[in-house]
């Protein structure tokens, strides 16, 4: 009886093989859903310097590249062979949104700019934001700008008599003093 009863568990785990899945009959993942339902998280991906048809149109050729900096921001790739192109480079992969990728060159000769290398596909600010809005449709646009009377509602800004008095108007501090600095100064003329 009892070879029998130590059997038993060897039997039924060798019968439950049985009905274990196969990897055909696994349900796998297709398209953005795991398993047919669930999606899963994808993290938002985002390289470069974002450039619009406004930011470009303030860049002209003749500028210095410090002020081609000031308006573009710093280049994401400089060569050392290479040091009269910028290559600005934009991507971003976001979840719900189409994959984009903008390349805008400046070209320089010595220190001023000569030219710049605009894709056509280059969108405006509004433009942009349309493009990455994840938003369902007939949800509510992302305000840009405040309106005038909104900004007349703004309280002012605080004075600079309200900011917290410095440590020079404290006096030093307590313990230490200081000799005058004319009597150094004339001690050594």
Not at 7 to 35: E, I, M, N, R
Not at 98 to 126: H, I, K, M, W
Not at 160 to 188: F, M, N, V
């Amino acid at each position: 009886m009892r070879p029998l009863l130590a059997s038993f568990p060897l039997l039924a785990l060798l019968g439950g093989c049985s009905y274990l899945p196969t990897w055909d009959s696994l349900p796998s993942v297709t398209g953005d859903k795991v398993l047919g339902l669930v999606t899963p998280y994808r993290v938002e991906v985002v390289q470069g310097n974002v450039l619009t048809k406004e930011m470009v149109a303030r860049v002209k050729p003749g500028m210095p590249k410090a002020q081609v900096r000031d308006l573009l921001g710093s280049p994401l790739l400089t060569d050392v062979f290479h040091e009269a192109r910028w290559d600005y480079v934009f991507t971003i992969r976001r979840q719900g949104a189409p994959a984009q990728q903008r390349l805008v060159v400046a070209r320089f000769d010595g220190e001023r700019l000569q030219s710049l290398e605009v894709p056509d596909d280059l969108p405006t600010e509004n433009d942009f934001v349309a493009s990455v809005n994840t938003f369902k449709p007939g949800s509510k646009k992302p305000k840009l700008e405040l309106s005038e009377a909104e900004r007349a509602a703004l309280p002012p800004p605080k004075k600079s008599d309200e900011a917290a008095p410095t440590a020079a108007a404290e006096g030093p501090a307590p313990g230490r003093t200081y000799p005058p600095l004319d009597a150094k100064l004339g001690a050594g003329s």
